[in-house]
């Protein structure tokens, strides 16, 4: 009777650990795998489906906004070779990768087992557009002498870039071709600082800013080796003053020819626009020189 009971005891110890009854019931799936996939555009995407007791039964991929069957098996059923079934021989494993993914490609996806009835499990894709930001602006100025400090953020990547290169104008900046160059990336809050020291007048440029997996960004940066402020918008300047002058003499030409004036009023009128043009240039001119000259001092400031 005790060895009857013993037995019975241990078949049903057996019988009751995790997974003994996994070999002999029907086909489901491993909850546990990444059902919310997020892929930058341009690279791969992989969805990934356990599926645990398959035996005989085949697995296939879904793409549910118009029903397209993608896959079945390892067996592709696509005209987008893009689209491709991986799965590991004697592995519980059915891949769909999708490289390089489109931003059309985001929605949901199911991966499905041919029981009776059928049973799936639906993935979500979202395809985002991974873009770097330099902190700094557009446009840098800074004094010679000065460091170039340029910080570049990476936004929207789903992984942080393997790489993040810097280049002026359309060279990868050389820390060989002079001393004061530092580059410090920091992988965990995805950015890259580009530090230049005692920068000179050569350092000008268009610095882009490259991460592996991010659109470029780009700022214009120009070292100041201490010349006059209206230097810098000098020719805007002169274009504005030639406009008004061309315009005000094709006003004098309008009024000298259409009026019925004396000839004595006519040399008054005539007068009274020079006069104002002189005005008008000379209020002008000291209104926009005080504007650069304030606009010089910030730059020069937040260097």
């Known amino acids: ?18 997974g003994h009854w996994d070999h002999l019931g029907q086909p489901y799936f491993d909850n546990n795998t990444k059902r919310e996939v997020a892929a930058t555009i341009g690279k791969a995407a992989f969805l990934l489906c356990r599926v645990r007791n398959l035996a005989d039964k085949s697995v296939s ?3 549910k906004r118009d029903l397209h069957i993608i896959s079945v098996g390892v067996h592709t059923y696509s005209g987008d070779g893009r689209f491709v079934s991986l799965h590991p021989e004697g592995s519980d494993e059915w891949t769909l990768r999708i490289s390089p993914v489109k931003p059309a490609d985001s929605g949901a996806y199911e991966c499905q087992v041919s029981t009776e009835p059928k049973i799936s499990l639906s993935f979500r894709l979202s395809v985002v557009v991974s873009k770097a930001e330099i902190l700094n602006g557009n446009e840098l100025f800074v004094r010679s002498g000065s460091d170039i400090n340029l910080t570049c953020v990476t936004k929207d990547a789903p992984e942080a870039p393997s790489f993040i290169y810097w280049f002026r104008d359309k060279d990868v900046v050389n820390y060989a071709q002079r001393g004061g160059i530092n ?9 890259s600082r580009l530090l230049i020291a005692r920068a000179i007048p050569q350092d000008s440029g268009n610095y882009t800013c490259a991460p592996s997996s991010s659109d470029p960004a780009s700022v214009i940066v120009h070292v100041l080796s201490g010349e006059h402020p209206a230097a810098i918008l000098g020719s805007g300047t002169s274009i504005r003053l030639n406009y008004f002058i061309i315009t005000t003499l094709l006003t004098m030409y309008v009024v000298n ?3 019925r004036s004396s000839f004595i009023s006519i040399l008054l009128a005539n ?6 043009i002189v005005i008008f240039m000379f209020m002008t001119n000291v209104i926009i020189n005080f504007i650069i000259h304030c606009t010089f001092t910030y730059f020069l400031s937040q260097s």
């Open 271 to 276: 007068y009274i626009i020079f006069l104002a």
């Open 1 to 18: 009777m005790w060895v009857a009971f013993i037995g019975f005891v241990f078949l049903f110890g057996v019988s009751a650990r995790p």
């Open 183 to 191: 580059v410090l990336t920091d992988q965990k809050t995805r950015t």
């Open 61 to 63: 991929w879904i793409r």
């Open 257 to 259: 020819t259409s009026s």
